[in-house]
């Protein structure tokens, strides 16, 4: 059965072709999960909640082929939303899990890539995370975080301009 099909099924009432069309992209929605909240508990706390929330809402979806985009954006704002009811920043999904993936940079390295980035606003942050972290195009983040795509571009641009001058690296 394919994606499609799934989705059908699961807009009938099919849990078992909700969990299956969630499986299937298991890896992505983790990591986007990490990078917002930064620990693998919490992780899969709001892939639960997602989970719950896709399920409660799929009959409201509009286009099955978008199925994707508006599960990563519920995944988003749960994250979100965890976080803000937390009041923490947005942290930066580097711990011992990913220095498995990102080996070749070093721990110290790491550190000052979070330290800085905390010196970030939060739309800032988020839109260099699903950037630069998660290569996420424009478009994609866009969709995300429900700001025009030129907000996108500008949140990133005065982000990576703020932490040149922080860093002290010249601007270019």
């Known amino acids: 059965m394919d994606a499609l099909d799934l989705i059908r099924e699961a807009k009938k009432g099919d849990r078992e072709a909700l969990i299956k069309?969630?499986?299937?992209?298991?890896?992505e929605y983790y990591r986007l999960a990490f990078a917002f909240m930064g620990n693998k508990e919490d992780s899969l706390d709001a892939l639960q909640d997602m989970i719950v929330i896709l399920f409660a809402n799929i009959k409201?979806?509009?286009?099955?082929?978008?199925?994707?985009?508006?599960s990563k954006k519920i995944l988003v704002n749960t994250c979100k939303n965890t976080l803000r009811k937390r009041k923490r920043v947005l942290p930066i999904g580097i711990d011992k899990e990913e220095e498995y993936?990102?080996?070749?940079?070093?721990?110290?390295?790491?550190?000052?890539?979070m330290?800085?980035?905390k010196r970030l606003n939060i739309h800032q942050q988020e839109a260099i995370i699903l950037r630069y972290f998660m290569d996420m195009d424009y478009e994609?983040?866009?969709r995300l975080t429900d700001v025009p795509e030129g907000t996108v571009k500008s949140r990133i641009f005065?982000?990576?301009?703020?932490l040149k001058r922080i860093i002290g690296g010249e601007y270019q």
């Not at 993936?101 to 890539?113: F, G, M």
């Open 21 to 27: 069309l969630i499986m299937d992209k298991k890896e």
């Open 60 to 70: 409201k979806l509009r286009d099955p082929e978008s199925f994707y985009s508006w």
């Open 101 to 113: 993936i990102e080996n070749y940079q070093s721990k110290e390295l790491k550190h000052d890539i």
């Open 115 to 117: 330290t800085y980035l």
């Open 140 to 142: 994609t983040i866009s």
């Open 158 to 162: 005065n982000g990576l301009a703020k």
